[in-house]
């Protein structure tokens, strides 16, 4: 156990759906990012949040979107699903630069 | 922008070969650079980290790397492998408020 939390760890879906994925950080961890990982595109960052403010940004589609709330947790919004968002789904925390710590991710299968 | 290349998609290798996989990175600033193992359905694990000082590193499981500046390359490298190292690698470096990975080695290594 990594300490950071993912749910669920899979799910499945139909095209045009939204779905929400959730990721609890590790405790002292202000900073949360998201990445997804599929066989074409490898591991690509999606976005970063510190303590509730987005710090940057990747390549993350309008479809998507993220936040981070009060208690840090932070959940990855997916709408209007494409076959092509099919992947794994990874959040990892830090207190800081150069510590990062990755969940088990999130597998999506959209059909 | 950060980028990280990396050179060999697939190593094959038989049980007690060394091992070494390129690393190089692209990134004007100070960087943190990273090794990440990822074992087949699980999550990406740390293996070590170079953030500053002495350009050889020794992380967990045998492995080391080394910072070469002037090459901008930061190279895994085992002695002996073992048919447990089975899985995939991901180089990355950390520069202004991400983290950026590598497409990653995938090493099989044959009992």
Redesign the interface.
């Given at each position: 156990d990594s300490g950071v939390t993912q749910t669920p760890k899979h799910l499945i879906t139909a095209t045009g759906q939204r779905v929400t994925l959730r990721c609890s950080p590790r405790s002292g961890d202000l900073s949360v990012y998201w990445y997804q990982q599929s066989l074409d595109q490898g591991l690509q960052f999606l976005i970063q949040y510190y303590n509730g403010e987005e710090r940057a940004k990747g390549n993350i589609l309008e479809r998507f979107s993220a936040q981070q709330f009060p208690d840090l947790h932070s959940e990855l919004n997916l709408s209007s699903l494409e076959l092509g968002d099919s992947a794994l789904y990874f959040c990892a925390s830090s207190v800081g630069q150069g510590d990062y710590t990755f969940g088990s991710g999130t597998r999506l299968t959209v059909v | 922008a950060q980028s990280v290349s990396q050179h060999n998609h697939h190593v094959i290798l038989s049980e007690a070969a060394s091992l070494e996989l390129g690393c190089n990175y692209s990134y004007g600033g100070t960087v943190?650079l990273?090794w990440?193992v990822q074992y087949p359905g699980?999550?990406?694990?740390?293996l070590l980290?170079y953030?500053s000082g002495d350009p050889l590193v020794k992380g967990i499981k045998g492995f080391e790397a080394e910072f070469i500046k002037s090459k901008f390359s930061f190279n895994l490298r085992k002695p002996s492998v073992q048919w447990s190292d089975t899985a995939e690698y991901?180089c990355a470096v950390?520069g202004?408020?991400?983290?950026?990975?590598?497409?990653?080695t995938r090493l099989l290594v044959s009992p």
């Open positions: - | 943190n990273f990440y699980q999550h990406l694990q740390l980290k953030f991901f950390s202004f408020q991400k983290l950026v990975f590598g497409t990653g």
